[in-house]
C-alpha cells in the first residue's frame, strides 16, 4: 500500500496518483485507488472517462464496492471511494488485512491534507509515502520537517517535487539547493509543471506518447523508483512472426501506434539472437509455425510467445511466458496491453474494431477451401509492394497451374481486414472486367444509369473508398486494367491497391511484376500430403517431382492417388469416414504403391503423346489425360467424359448447377449414357469428376458454381482438337445452350432474366459466334444481345456492340446456318425461305447506336435491315416495325425529322392494325409518333395523340402509371411550345407530385419532370436565385444519374444556361453555352438542329457581353442551317431568327434587324397566331427595333426537347 499526500491543497497529489496507478495497471499490476474524496478534483474527477457507462452519478457515493475501469491495459485498476470520517486509523488497518491475499497488487491511498490523524492512519495501512509538495522555499522546509520527524519510523517515505517550473530560473535553483541541504536527496524526484494538464482533468499518460520528455517520463521514473526498479515501461517491441502471419504482426503495430509503443516487424529468417535492453520487447507470433533454428533464437530472446489459434505449442519452448489471443474480437482487445506491454488507454468497444483476416464493409472473393501451403516469402514480396510509398500495383505472373490465382487470394484474405472494400474481377476479357465493376457500382449503390464502370472507377479515385483492393485474375494486358482502374487522386486520402494475375511478363510502370514459380520442395510435399493422408514423404517427393512441383499439378496427382486409394482400399485397412463418404487409411505400404504406379503411369502417358505428337507433352495434358479415362472406366462412364468436355467451353467464372441440370443437358448427357437422364445423377456424375479435381462442384450449397480450372479446360480442348472432335463438341455444347435459353420478352420472369444472365456468362468462351452456326444457336445469340440491351446501363450496351459486330463478321448473309451434322439448313414450314438472322442482327446494332447516340449508326443499319424483313415477313410483321420504330429514331437523331415523322407515323398505323389501340407497344408507338410531331412544330397533333396515349394508359394501369406520367411530361414540353405555360405547370407540378409516391425507380421520369418544371418557371417570369438553386441541383443529379452526355442531361445543361441569362449571370451562362456546344458537336455533329440551337443560345449571352461579332457568327451559321434543315416554317427557325435580330440590333444595323424581325413576325402568326407569347415577344421588340431603342428587349427562349 502506498499513500499520495501533501501538506497543502492543489499541488498535484491526485492526478499523480492517477498517472502512477496508470503506469502499474500497463505493466500487469492489479491497482486498487482508495480516493477519500476531501479535496476536488480527486481520482473520481480524473478517472471519470474510465468509469463504466452505466455507473451514473451513484458510482460517486461513499461506501461502495470497488468499481472496475474501463481500461485496455495487461492489468487493471479499480476504484474505491471513502470519506475521511469512515477510514479511520482501524479501518485502514482492516483494509490492510484484507488486501493480504486479495486480488490487487498495489493499493493507492489518496491521503488527505491537514486532516486530523492523517499520520497515524498512514503509518497504520501504507508501506510507502509519497509525500508531494512544490518547489518553493516554505515547501520545501515543511517536507523537511515532515521526514524529520518521520525518521526511523513506518512508512518508508518518499520525497517528490510537484508542478515543477523548469523555466523558473534562478528560484528553482535556490529551492534545488535548499531542498538538498534539507536533507530530500541529492537525486529528488521532480514532476515538473505542464500547463495543459494543470487547468484540466485530463491524464498526461492517456495522452502523452511512452518516454516521451514531461510530464509521462516523469511519472514513468517515479513508477520505476517506488517499485524499486521492477517495472520499466515498455519502449519498444519488436516482432517476429511466420510468414503467413504477416497480416496480424502488423495488426499489433497499428496497436503499438495507438499506445504509443513503436514496433518493428521482423521477418523470421532476419531475426538474430541478441538479447533486448532494457525497455525493448521481443514477442514471437504462432511459435509452432515458426522453424527450429528461429525458436532457438525466440528461447535466447526470452521472447513472449502469443498463440494466435489453439495450435499446441512446440516442446522446445515450454516454460516461456504465452499469451493465448482468443477467438472473439474482446478477448483478442483485451490481450493487446499483455503482449505489447502497452496502455493504459481507454477500452474500445470490440464490434468497432476489425481484426486481421475480418470481413471488409464489402467484400467478392471466389469461394475456395482448399489448403494452401508455402508461398511465404512471395506475399511477404507482394505485402511490401502493397504498402505505404510503394507503387500499389503488382504484377503475379507465371505459366498456368503455378498458383497465381491461389497467391492472389490468399493475400486477399489475409489482408483483407486492412481494406473497406475487396474485389475480385476475372479480367480475361474486358467484358468480364467490366461485368465485376458493374457489380461493385450495385454493392456501392452508385447511380444505375450512365456508365456505372465511370461512375466506379471514378468513386474510387475520389477518396471517398478510404482503403480498396482490386484483384484482376488472369488479366490479358495492361490497358485493359488501366482502363478499368484508376488510383486515388492525390489529396483525397483514399488508398488503392491493384494485384493483377496473368501469364504475361511485359507489365509495365506503376505496375511490380512479381515472378510465381514452382512450389519448393517441402510446400509441395506438404500439399501433396494434405491431399493423401498418409503418404510417405519419399513417395510424395517423387510424385511432386514428376509433376514439376506445380500447385495444380500436385493437386490433380493428389486426386488420381486419392481416388485409387478409396476405389481400391476397401479390400484392405480402411476406415470410412461418414462426413463426407472419404476414407481414412492407415499408413503403410498401399500409399507407396499407389504412389509408384501413378509415376510409372504418368511416364507410359508422357512418352506416348510424345511419340503420337511428335512433342514434350504438357504436364497438364499427360494429368488430364489420365483422369479422365479413370473417370470413363469408373461410374460416371462415357457421360463423364462428355460433362467434363462441355465444362471445357463454359465459363472459368463457374456453371450454374441449374444449367448442367436442365432439360436441354439431360437430354443431351441421356443421348451419351441413358442411365443419367436424372438430375440427382447428374449431381453423382459432378461429384466423381470433382473427385478427380477436374471440377470443384460445391453440391451442398445450391447457389455455388460449378468451376473449371483455366489450364484444365486448355487440356481438355487439346485433348478434343488431337482427337478431330473440338468443333463439333462445341457445336453440340452450343446448342444445348441455345435450347436452355428462354425467348426474350421485356416482361419476362425473374427466373427466365436470371438464365439469361447465366448464359451470357458463357457466350464469349463456347464459340457460338461462329461462321455456319446453326440458326437455333444464332436465334440464341440474338435473344442474349436484346437482353444485354435491356440491362439499362451503357457498359452492357457496349458489350452488346462488341458481340454483335463480332456476330455480323461471322454471319455473312452468304454463309448459311447448318444443322449440327454440319448440312446446310433448309426452311421449315411457315418459316421465311432464308433466315433472317443477319438483319435481325442489324436491328440489334441499330438499337446500339440508338442507346448510345449514334444516329448514322442506327439509320445505317436500320435501313439495311428492313428490305430483308419486308421480303421475309411483309410489312406487318413485328421485326419490320420494330426496325420502322428504331429507324425513326435514328432518323430524329441526325436531324432529319421529317423523315422520323413519316416513320413514325408508318410504325403507329402498322402496330394499331396488328396488336390494336390498348397494346402496350402501340402504346409506345404514340408516344413516340407525338414526339417526332413536336420535332416538326406539329404541336396541337402531338397533344392530341399523347393525350390519348395517357388515357389510354391511365384507364389500365391507374393515375400514377409512370409511363403515363412520363408522356406527360412530353405534353407539357408541347404546352409550352404552344403558349400554354400554366398548364403546363399544372400538369408538371401533379407529375412530380405522383412520381414522388412510386415506389418502383422512375429516376428518368422524375427528373423529366422537374426539368420540364424549371423550363416553364423561368417561361412564367418566376425564376429567383433560389429556384436556381433548385435547378442546379437537378442538373446535378442528371449528371449522376445518366452521365454528362445523355440527352436528358444535355437538355438540363441549355436550361442552365438560360436560367444564367435571365440572372443576368451572363459570364456564366456564356461559358456554360460554349460548353454545351461543343458537347452537342461533339455527341451530334455539327449540322444537328439542336446544335444550332445551342449557337444561336450562345450568340443570345454573347450579345448581353458586348462580344458582338462572335455573338452574329454564332446566329448567322444558326439561322441558316435551320433554314436548311427544318425551313422557314418551323418554330425553331423563327425563334432563332428573330434572336438574331436582336443581335443585328444590338450592333446598330437596324434595317436588317428590322427585315429579320419582321420575316419571323410574319412566320410566327402564320405558325401560332397572334396571341402566342413567342409572337407577342417578337412584335414587342419589332416595335423597339423600329424606333432604333436597343434597351428592354428580351430573347426568346429557345429549349431543347428532352
Given at each position: 500500500m502506498i499513500a499520495f499526500y501533501g501538506a497543502r491543497t492543489g499541488v498535484g497529489k491526485s492526478t499523480t496518483l492517477c498517472n502512477v496507478a496508470l503506469i502499474l495497471a500497463a505493466a500487469g499490476r492489479r491497482v486498487l485507488i482508495v480516493d477519500l474524496g476531501t479535496e476536488p478534483p480527486g481520482p473520481f474527477s480524473y478517472l471519470r472517462e474510465l468509469l463504466p457507462d452505466d455507473l451514473g452519478e451513484a458510482g460517486e457515493e461513499p461506501g461502495r464496492r470497488p468499481v472496475p475501469l474501463r481500461l485496455d491495459a495487461s492489468g487493471g485498476v479499480a476504484l474505491l471511494r471513502r470519506t475521511p470520517e469512515t477510514f479511520t486509523v482501524e479501518e485502514a488497518a482492516r483494509l490492510r488485512a484484507e488486501l493480504t491475499g486479495s486480488p490487487y497488487d498495489v493499493v493507492l491511498l489518496d491521503a488527505p491534507a491537514n486532516a486530523p490523524g492523517v499520520r497515524e492512519m498512514v503509518s497504520a495501512a501504507a508501506d510507502q509515502l509519497v509525500l508531494c509538495f512544490p518547489m518553493s522555499p516554505q515547501a520545501v522546509e515543511e517536507a523537511a520537517r515532515w521526514i524529520e520527524s518521520a525518521r526511523g519510523a513506518t512508512p518508508q517515505i518518499l520525497p517528490l517535487a510537484v508542478r515543477v517550473d523548469l523555466g523558473a530560473g534562478l528560484p528553482l535553483a535556490e529551492?534545488?539547493?535548499?531542498?538538498?541541504?534539507?536533507?530530500?536527496?541529492?537525486?529528488?524526484?521532480?514532476?515538473?509543471?505542464?500547463?495543459?494538464?494543470?487547468?484540466?482533468?485530463?491524464?498526461?499518460?492517456?495522452?502523452?506518447?511512452?518516454?516521451?520528455?514531461?510530464?509521462?517520463?516523469?511519472?514513468?521514473?517515479?513508477?520505476?523508483?517506488?517499485?524499486?526498479g521492477t517495472v520499466f515501461p515498455v519502449r519498444r517491441v519488436s516482432i517476429v512472426y511466420p510468414s503467413r502471419r504477416r497480416h496480424w504482426a502488423e495488426w499489433f503495430a497499428e496497436q503499438g501506434t495507438r499506445h504509443g509503443i513503436g514496433v518493428t516487424l521482423v521477418r523470421e529468417e532476419d531475426l538474430g539472437g541478441t538479447p533486448p535492453p532494457q525497455g525493448h520487447r521481443w514477442v514471437a507470433l504462432q511459435p509452432a509455425e515458426l522453424g527450429e533454428a528461429t525458436r532457438r533464437r525466440v528461447r535466447s530472446l526470452r521472447a513472449l510467445l502469443v498463440r494466435l489459434d489453439g495450435e499446441r505449442l512446440p516442446d522446445d519452448l515450454a516454460g516461456h511466458e504465452v499469451v493465448a489471443l482468443g477467438e472473439s474480437p474482446q478477448e483478442v482487445l483485451a490481450a493487446v496491453p499483455s503482449v505489447l506491454g502497452a496502455g493504459p488507454a481507454v477500452r474500445r468497444k470490440s464490434e468497432d474494431e476489425r481484426l486481421p483476416g475480418s470481413r471488409p464493409g464489402l467484400e467478392r472473393l471466389p469461394r475456395d477451401d482448399s489448403e494452401f501451403r508455402g508461398r511465404g516469402t512471395l506475399l511477404e514480396d507482394i505485402r511490401d509492394l502493397?504498402?505505404?510509398?510503394?507503387?500499389?500495383?503488382?504484377?503475379?505472373?507465371?505459366?498456368?497451374?503455378?498458383?497465381?490465382?491461389?497467391?492472389?487470394?490468399?493475400?486477399?484474405?489475409?489482408?483483407?481486414?486492412?481494406?473497406?472494400?475487396?474485389?475480385?474481377?476475372?479480367?480475361?476479357?474486358?467484358?468480364?472486367?467490366?461485368?465485376?465493376?458493374?457489380?461493385?457500382?450495385?454493392?456501392?449503390?452508385?447511380?444505375?444509369?450512365?456508365?456505372?464502370?465511370?461512375?466506379?472507377?471514378?468513386?474510387?479515385?475520389?477518396?471517398?473508398?478510404?482503403?480498396?483492393?482490386?484483384?484482376?485474375?488472369?488479366?490479358?494486358?495492361?490497358?485493359?486494367?488501366?482502363?478499368?482502374?484508376?488510383?486515388?487522386?492525390?489529396?483525397?486520402?483514399?488508398?488503392?491497391?491493384?494485384?493483377?494475375?496473368?501469364?504475361?511478363?511485359?507489365?509495365?510502370?506503376?505496375?511490380?511484376?512479381?515472378?510465381?514459380?514452382?512450389?519448393?520442395?517441402?510446400?509441395?510435399?506438404?500439399?501433396?500430403?494434405?491431399?493423401?493422408?498418409?503418404?510417405?514423404?519419399?513417395?510424395?517427393?517423387?510424385?511432386?517431382?514428376?509433376?514439376?512441383?506445380?500447385?495444380?499439378?500436385?493437386?490433380?496427382?493428389?486426386?488420381?492417388?486419392?481416388?485409387?486409394?478409396?476405389?481400391?482400399?476397401?479390400?484392405?485397412?480402411?476406415?470410412?469416414?461418414?462426413?463426407?463418404?472419404?476414407?481414412?487409411?492407415?499408413?503403410?505400404?498401399?500409399?507407396?504403391?499407389?504412389?509408384?504406379?501413378?509415376?510409372?503411369?504418368?511416364?507410359?502417358?508422357?512418352?506416348?503423346?510424345?511419340?503420337?505428337?511428335?512433342?514434350?507433352?504438357?504436364?497438364?495434358?499427360?494429368?488430364?489425360?489420365?483422369?479422365?479415362?479413370?473417370?470413363?472406366?469408373?461410374?460416371?462412364?462415357?457421360?463423364?467424359?462428355?460433362?467434363?468436355?462441355?465444362?471445357?467451353?463454359?465459363?472459368?467464372?463457374?456453371?450454374?448447377?441449374?444449367?448442367?441440370?436442365?432439360?436441354?443437358?439431360?437430354?443431351?448427357?441421356?443421348?451419351?449414357?441413358?442411365?443419367?437422364?436424372?438430375?440427382?445423377?447428374?449431381?453423382?456424375?459432378?461429384?466423381?469428376?470433382?473427385?478427380?479435381?477436374?471440377?470443384?462442384?460445391?453440391?451442398?450449397?445450391?447457389?455455388?458454381?460449378?468451376?473449371?480450372?483455366?489450364?484444365?479446360?486448355?487440356?481438355?480442348?487439346?485433348?478434343?482438337?488431337?482427337?478431330?472432335?473440338?468443333?463439333?463438341?462445341?457445336?453440340?455444347?452450343?446448342?444445348?445452350?441455345?435450347?436452355?435459353?428462354?425467348?426474350?420478352?421485356?416482361?419476362?420472369?425473374?427466373?427466365?432474366?436470371?438464365?439469361?444472365?447465366?448464359?451470357?456468362?458463357?457466350?464469349?468462351?463456347?464459340?457460338?459466334?461462329?461462321?455456319?452456326?446453326?440458326?437455333?444457336?444464332?436465334?440464341?445469340?440474338l435473344t442474349q444481345l436484346r437482353f444485354l440491351l435491356s440491362v439499362g446501363h451503357v457498359s452492357a450496351v457496349h458489350r452488346a456492340r462488341r458481340l454483335a459486330e463480332e456476330a455480323r463478321s461471322a454471319w455473312s448473309p452468304t454463309v448459311p446456318a447448318?444443322?449440327?451434322?454440319?448440312?446446310?439448313?433448309?426452311?421449315?414450314?411457315?418459316?421465311?425461305?432464308?433466315?433472317?438472322?443477319?438483319?435481325?442482327?442489324?436491328?440489334?446494332?441499330?438499337?446500339?447506336?440508338?442507346?448510345?447516340?449514334?444516329?448514322?449508326?442506327?439509320?445505317?443499319?436500320?435501313?439495311?435491315?428492313?428490305?430483308?424483313?419486308?421480303?421475309?415477313?411483309?410489312?406487318?410483321?413485328?421485326?419490320?416495325?420494330?426496325?420502322?420504330?428504331?429507324?425513326?429514331?435514328?432518323?430524329?437523331?441526325?436531324?432529319?425529322?421529317?423523315?422520323?415523322?413519316?416513320?413514325?407515323?408508318?410504325?403507329?398505323?402498322?402496330?394499331?392494325?396488328?396488336?390494336?389501340?390498348?397494346?402496350?407497344?402501340?402504346?409506345?408507338a404514340m408516344n413516340n409518333f407525338a414526339r417526332a410531331a413536336g420535332h416538326i412544330g406539329q404541336f396541337e397533333e402531338a397533344v392530341r395523340v399523347a393525350t390519348d396515349r395517357v388515357r389510354r394508359r391511365k384507364s389500365l394501369f391507374g393515375e400514377n402509371d409512370r409511363f403515363a406520367l412520363h408522356t406527360a411530361c412530353n405534353i407539357a414540353y408541347f404546352y409550352r411550345e404552344l403558349g400554354r405555360l400554366e398548364d403546363a405547370r399544372n400538369l408538371l407540378r401533379q407529375a412530380v407530385r405522383r412520381l414522388s409516391w412510386l415506389d418502383s425507380p422512375a429516376e428518368l421520369e422524375r427528373l423529366t419532370a422537374r426539368l420540364g418544371l424549371a423550363v416553364t418557371e423561368r417561361r412564367l417570369g418566376r425564376l429567383t436565385t433560389g429556384l436556381l438553386q433548385g435547378n442546379d441541383q437537378t442538373l446535378a443529379e442528371l449528371h449522376a444519374e445518366f452521365g454528362p452526355s445523355h440527352p436528358l442531361t444535355m437538355a438540363g445543361e441549355v436550361s442552365a444556361n438560360a436560367d444564367r441569362h435571365v440572372l443576368r449571370m451572363w459570364p456564366e451562362a456564356a461559358a456554360g453555352a460554349a460548353r454545351t456546344l461543343r458537347r452537342f458537336r461533339g455527341l451530334m455533329g455539327d449540322d444537328h438542329p439542336f446544335t444550332h440551337i445551342c449557337r444561336a443560345n450562345l450568340a443570345v449571352y454573347l450579345t448581353a457581353l458586348g462580344e458582338f461579332g462572335d455573338a452574329e457568327s454564332h446566329s448567322t451559321r444558326a439561322m441558316d442551317g435551320l433554314l436548311a434543315r427544318l425551313g422557314d416554317l418551323h418554330p425553331f427557325y423563327l425563334a432563332v431568327t428573330a434572336n438574331h435580330a436582336g443581335v443585328l440590333a444590338a450592333r446598330g444595323r437596324w434595317d436588317e434587324a428590322i427585315e429579320r424581325e419582321r420575316t419571323a413576325l410574319s412566320g410566327l402568326v402564320t405558325v401560332h397566331g397572334h396571341g402566342h407569347p413567342t409572337t407577342r415577344l417578337v412584335k414587342a421588340n419589332l416595335s423597339r427595333t423600329e424606333s432604333h431603342q436597343v434597351t428592354g428587349r428580351e430573347a426568346v427562349d429557345i429549349e431543347i426537347p428532352s
Open positions: 529551492a534545488r539547493h535548499m531542498a538538498q541541504a534539507s536533507g530530500l536527496g541529492d537525486d529528488l524526484l521532480e514532476i515538473p509543471y505542464c500547463a495543459a494538464y494543470s487547468v484540466s482533468e485530463e491524464l498526461a499518460v492517456l495522452h502523452d506518447r511512452p518516454g516521451a520528455e514531461g510530464l509521462r517520463g516523469a511519472y514513468e521514473q517515479l513508477v520505476t523508483t517506488i517499485t524499486g502493397l504498402s505505404p510509398g510503394a507503387s500499389g500495383h503488382v504484377a503475379l505472373v507465371g505459366p498456368g497451374g503455378a498458383g497465381k490465382t491461389k497467391t492472389a487470394l490468399e493475400y486477399a484474405r489475409l489482408f483483407r481486414g486492412a481494406y473497406d472494400v475487396v474485389w475480385w474481377l476475372d479480367a480475361g476479357h474486358q467484358d468480364t472486367i467490366r461485368a465485376g465493376l458493374v457489380d461493385l457500382a450495385e454493392h456501392l449503390l452508385l447511380s444505375a444509369q450512365g456508365d456505372p464502370v465511370d461512375a466506379v472507377r471514378a468513386h474510387l479515385a475520389s477518396g471517398k473508398v478510404s482503403r480498396w483492393l482490386l484483384v484482376c485474375d488472369d488479366a490479358r494486358s495492361a490497358e485493359q486494367v488501366a482502363a478499368a482502374v484508376k488510383p486515388p487522386a492525390p489529396g483525397s486520402g483514399g488508398v488503392g491497391h491493384v494485384l493483377v494475375t496473368g501469364r504475361g511478363y511485359d507489365w509495365p510502370e506503376p505496375f511490380r511484376q512479381l515472378t510465381v514459380r514452382e512450389m519448393d520442395r517441402d510446400g509441395a510435399i506438404g500439399l501433396l500430403r494434405d491431399l493423401v493422408k498418409g503418404i510417405r514423404e519419399p513417395d510424395a517427393e517423387k510424385v511432386v517431382a514428376t509433376v514439376e512441383k506445380q500447385p495444380l499439378a500436385v493437386r490433380l496427382a493428389g486426386a488420381l492417388i486419392r481416388r485409387e486409394l478409396l476405389e481400391q482400399g476397401s479390400g484392405r485397412t480402411r476406415q470410412t469416414d461418414l462426413t463426407d463418404g472419404d476414407g481414412v487409411w492407415q499408413r503403410g505400404q498401399y500409399e507407396q504403391e499407389v504412389a509408384e504406379r501413378f509415376v510409372t503411369e504418368f511416364g507410359e502417358e508422357s512418352r506416348r503423346q510424345g511419340r503420337r505428337y511428335g512433342e514434350q507433352p504438357d504436364v497438364y495434358d499427360v494429368l488430364v489425360e489420365l483422369a479422365v479415362q479413370k473417370l470413363k472406366e469408373g461410374v460416371a462412364g462415357r457421360a463423364g467424359e462428355w460433362l467434363v468436355e462441355a465444362c471445357a467451353f463454359l465459363s472459368p467464372q463457374g456453371i450454374g448447377p441449374g444449367l448442367l441440370r436442365s432439360t436441354s443437358m439431360l437430354a443431351r448427357i441421356a443421348e451419351v449414357d441413358q442411365r443419367l437422364s436424372a438430375p440427382t445423377l447428374i449431381d453423382a456424375v459432378l461429384r466423381e469428376t470433382d473427385r478427380y479435381a477436374l471440377i470443384r462442384a460445391e453440391l451442398g450449397l445450391p447457389a455455388e458454381p460449378v468451376r473449371m480450372h483455366r489450364v484444365v479446360q486448355e487440356s481438355v480442348r487439346t485433348r478434343l482438337s488431337r482427337a478431330g472432335l473440338l468443333d463439333r463438341r462445341r457445336l453440340e455444347i452450343t446448342s444445348v445452350l441455345a435450347a436452355s435459353a428462354p425467348r426474350y420478352m421485356e416482361d419476362m420472369a425473374t427466373g427466365d432474366r436470371d438464365l439469361l444472365a447465366e448464359l451470357d456468362r458463357h457466350l464469349p468462351t463456347c464459340g457460338a459466334i461462329t461462321p455456319g452456326a446453326p440458326a437455333e444457336v444464332r436465334q440464341w445469340v447448318t444443322h449440327q451434322d454440319g448440312m446446310a439448313q433448309d426452311a421449315g414450314a411457315g418459316q421465311p425461305a432464308r433466315s433472317t438472322a443477319h438483319e435481325e442482327l442489324l436491328v440489334i446494332l441499330a438499337r446500339v447506336h440508338l442507346r448510345l447516340s449514334e444516329g448514322d449508326g442506327v439509320v445505317v443499319n436500320a435501313e439495311r435491315a428492313l428490305p430483308g424483313l419486308t421480303r421475309a415477313y411483309g410489312t406487318l410483321h413485328p421485326l419490320v416495325l420494330e426496325a420502322t420504330t428504331i429507324l425513326a429514331a435514328g432518323l430524329r437523331l441526325t436531324g432529319d425529322f421529317s423523315g422520323a415523322y413519316d416513320q413514325a407515323a408508318r410504325t403507329l398505323q402498322g402496330l394499331r392494325e396488328l396488336f390494336g389501340a390498348n397494346h402496350p407497344e402501340v402504346g409506345r
